[in-house]
């Protein structure tokens, strides 16, 4: 992780990585102050960047503070019951308008027979769910599926993610 600090400039998280995205919202953001273009179809380009950047750099800070965390926590969980069905219902829906926007469909499977509860450190599973959707949402193309299903075992509940992108199928 480098130096402990979370601001390691190696190339890993984050230092050297928030430096391209916010030296690009940087020099869009001056360009469109400088010179405001009479295009509109420019703007859109321009804040379409700005925008794009953005999420990169918002994505990077999430990294963070997760790896932040979990250096703090010395990766110890904290389970308690939780209903796995209600909890995977309300991330899906959680996910469906950006999912909706960028023209994927985004859906659940749970099998007919789920345990009502398990016991599972919530917050670290919903961590793990952000990550594995939002990387799902920014990788899948344009008319490409999430699907989201679950597993019922005798040990638990395994949760799996498959992004299918036209013909391509791969799994998470």
């Known amino acids: ?3 402990g600090t979370g601001t390691c400039l190696d190339g890993g998280i984050p230092g050297a990585r928030f430096k391209i995205p916010l030296s690009i919202i940087l020099g869009y953001t001056d360009s469109l102050l400088e010179n405001t273009p009479d295009d509109t179809e420019k703007l859109r380009r321009y804040l379409t960047v700005i925008r794009d950047n ?3 750099s ?3 800070v999430q990294q963070m503070q997760y790896a932040s965390d979990l250096e703090r926590s010395g990766l110890r ?3 308690s019951p939780l209903d796995i069905a209600v909890f995977l219902t309300q991330k899906v829906q959680d996910y469906q308008l950006p999912a909706r926007q960028k023209g994927i469909t985004l859906s659940l499977h749970l099998p007919e027979r789920i345990p009502r509860s398990v016991c599972t450190d919530a917050d670290k599973l919903a961590r793990i769910l952000d990550n594995v959707i939002s990387n799902s949402l920014q990788y899948t193309p344009q008319g ?3 699907d989201i299903s679950v597993k019922a075992e005798k040990t638990g509940c395994a949760i799996l993610s498959a992004i299918q992108e036209a013909a391509l199928a791969r799994k998470i």
Do not use: V
């Open 144 to 146: 490409g599926r999430i």
């Open 77 to 79: 969980l904290e389970p």
């Open 58 to 60: 918002t994505a990077l």
């Open 54 to 56: 953005t999420k990169k």
């Open 1 to 3: 992780m480098g130096n």
